[in-house]
């Protein structure tokens, strides 16, 4: 009787694994693979993948490929096979199936492009989304609180109110950029310092720096209502707006005209690394991006038009033994909070020498915008403690999506308590003490 010896069993090594392998093997030595005998570059896997960038050593094979510091994204495109994949700010290029007509690994870097680009037309909608938010959330904050015919001879100046606005702006942006990025893509690039270079930040900046000189000029020229020179910074909404699509779209182009294998911050290569785009994402809705948004910016945009009327926290000046919650001031003109510790917290106006203590309309601060007066004091106070008066830690950084986050609102405090400052406020009254001994800027 013959004994048969057991074959042993082996998995099965999947046949894209093999092809990987070849094809790996083959961009060691060459920097543009052709189609070596026996690999059917049509076979290579196709589904969306970092993983799989990385095994295909992609990022090797843009940066090895011949001449590719001078060939830019279309030439490369058209070379393998493309001839209308067109990119751009209001483009859709579309790559299509894997050898329709494109072969693989030229097809696997033109879908990661064409996912690129469907993000920058994203962030460049953005924009626009998050100017609308600002502009009708400014002008509603201005009906509601500022009486027109209030002349504004005691408002702050006007430079530094630009210069808020222009700021809130560019901080607003970069957190829905970074909402967007951080939501669909994981990748060292999506940093704030990185997409405020790439997207043209950094010339929003220069162009409000530059401008805002000329604006408060025209300003100071016009006397008018509050209201109405109020009303008038939509005009320079428009213009950070067109600012920043301008900056938006040129370095979509430098990008785009750069050689594909350039190493450089405009290069393709920068952005593609590792994969960052080569995966299938769910992306937000103007819709989505705005309901995150509404809140922060209304909150921003209110401490922003209290501080031009030159508002700022006091910090128990009095006892809490008024007629509102917990002894705090009451009446629909104050804005007065007392907590459990018994230290009243009021947001007054210093008008020239003298503190007053009411504003136009300030009941709808939390009967239409939900906003309380304990969240605006205490965010404030907090903030400042942590970080000094009137800090803003989100300047030039992405501003956050939760109201419950550090410094959203940041008013200057005047810790009354303060044995100096209430000395000085027994001398010569709140306002003059809170900026003479408080350092407050008002």
Not at 27 to 51: E, F, M, Y
Request: overall charge neutral; proline content about 5%.
């Amino acid at each position: 009787m013959i004994t048969r010896t057991p074959i042993k069993q082996y998995n099965r090594v999947p046949r894209w694994s093999i092809l990987v392998a070849y094809f790996w093997l083959w961009t060691s030595v060459h920097a543009q693979p052709p189609q070596p005998i026996g690999i059917n570059l049509c076979d290579l896997p196709r589904k969306p993948d970092s993983q799989l960038w990385n095994q295909l050593k992609l990022d090797q094979y843009i940066q090895g490929y011949p001449n590719g510091q001078n060939l830019s994204v279309i030439e490369f495109a058209r070379q393998n096979g493309a001839e209308n994949f067109l990119c751009g700010i209001g483009e859709k290029c579309n790559i299509g199936e894997l050898c329709h007509p494109v072969q693989g690994p030229a097809w696997h870097v033109l879908f990661a492009i064409q996912e690129w680009n469907m993000f920058m037309n994203s962030v460049y909608m953005a924009v626009a989304t998050t100017m609308d938010l600002v502009r009708v959330t400014t002008a509603s904050l201005l009906m509601d609180l500022t009486d027109p015919n209030e002349k504004d001879a005691g408002y702050v100046d006007p430079m530094f109110i630009l210069s808020l606005l222009g700021a809130f702006f560019v901080s607003l942006s970069l957190g829905v950029f970074y909402s967007l990025a951080t939501i669909a893509y994981s990748s060292s690039w999506f940093t704030i310092s990185a997409l405020s270079v790439f997207l043209g930040i950094g010339s929003t900046l220069s162009f409000s720096g530059l401008q805002i000189s000329t604006m408060v000029e025209q300003e100071k020229a016009i006397e008018e209502t509050a209201f109405n020179k109020w009303s008038r910074f939509g005009y320079y909404f428009s213009q950070w707006e067109d600012a920043m699509h301008q900056g938006i779209t040129h370095s979509v182009n430098a990008t785009l005209h750069t050689g594909i294998s350039d190493l450089g911050p405009s290069g393709i290569v920068h952005f593609l690394g590792n994969g960052s785009f080569f995966q299938s994402h769910p992306r937000k809705t103007s819709a989505e991006i705005e309901l995150g948004l509404k809140d922060v910016t209304q909150i921003r945009a209110l401490v922003i038009l209290l501080r031009s009327m030159n508002a700022f926290v006091t910090r128990g000046s009095g006892p809490c033994t008024g007629r509102g919650t917990n002894g705090a001031w009451d009446g629909d003109d104050h804005l007065s909070y007392c907590g459990p510790d018994k230290i009243m917290m009021n947001i007054v106006i210093a008008d020239g020498k003298h503190a007053k203590n009411t504003f136009f309309n300030a009941k709808a601060i939390a009967l239409k915008y939900s906003i309380t007066t304990e969240y605006l004091t205490v965010n404030s106070w907090t903030c400042q403690q942590k970080y000094g008066i009137g800090a803003d830690p989100y300047a030039g950084t992405a501003m956050p999506m939760d109201v419950s986050s550090e410094c959203v609102a940041n008013l200057p405090v005047c810790d009354c308590t303060d044995p100096e400052i209430r000395k000085a406020i027994k001398k010569h009254g709140t306002v003059r003490a809170c900026r003479d001994v408080g350092k407050l800027p008002i």
